[in-house]
C-alpha cells in the first residue's frame, strides 16, 4: 500500500504554469508506476500522465503533451512531480494522484481501473 498526498494545485491565468507534487510513503512506492488522473465535476477520472519506477518511461494524454511534464529527481525520490505549463482554461480540474506496484505501457496506463492507491486531490483552476 502506497499513501499519496497531492499539494501545488492552485488559480493561475490562461498561459501560466503550476507544479503539483505528490509526496508517496509506503513500502511498495519504489516498485510502482506513478500517475496523474484529473476530473471535473459530472465527468469521468481521465488520464493525465504517468511515469514508470526508475523513471525511466513517461507517458502523456493527447491534451496535455507539450505542456505537462512528470518527473521525479531519482529513480528512489519519494515526491513526484507535475510541471504544467502553457494552462487553458479546460485544464481546470481536481487533480489526482495515483499509484500501482509495477509497470504500465502504453495506453495501459491510462485505465484508472488499474490503480490500487489514490491520493485526495488538488484542485486546479484556469482563468480565462
Known amino acids: 500500500q502506497v499513501n499519496l498526498l497531492e499539494s501545488g494545485g492552485g488559480l493561475v491565468q490562461a498561459g501560466g504554469s503550476l507544479r503539483l507534487s505528490c509526496a508517496a510513503s509506503?513500502?511498495?512506492?519504489?516498485?510502482?508506476?506513478m500517475t496523474w488522473f484529473r476530473q471535473v465535476p459530472g465527468k469521468e477520472r481521465t488520464f493525465v500522465a504517468a511515469?514508470?519506477?526508475?523513471?525511466?518511461?513517461?507517458?502523456y494524454s493527447d491534451s496535455v503533451k507539450g505542456r505537462f511534464t512528470i518527473s521525479k529527481e531519482s529513480a528512489t525520490a519519494n515526491t513526484v512531480y507535475l510541471q504544467m505549463n502553457l494552462l487553458q482554461p479546460e485544464d481546470t480540474a481536481l487533480y489526482y494522484c495515483?499509484?500501482?506496484?509495477?509497470?504500465?505501457?502504453?495506453?495501459?496506463?491510462?485505465?484508472?481501473?488499474?490503480?490500487?492507491?489514490w491520493g485526495q486531490g488538488t484542485q486546479v483552476t484556469v482563468s480565462s
Open positions: 495515483a499509484s500501482v506496484v509495477g509497470d504500465c505501457r502504453g495506453t495501459s496506463c491510462w485505465d484508472r481501473r488499474l490503480y490500487t492507491s
Open positions: 509506503g513500502r511498495t512506492f519504489s516498485r510502482s508506476t
Open positions: 511515469l514508470t519506477r526508475g523513471g525511466t518511461d513517461k507517458y
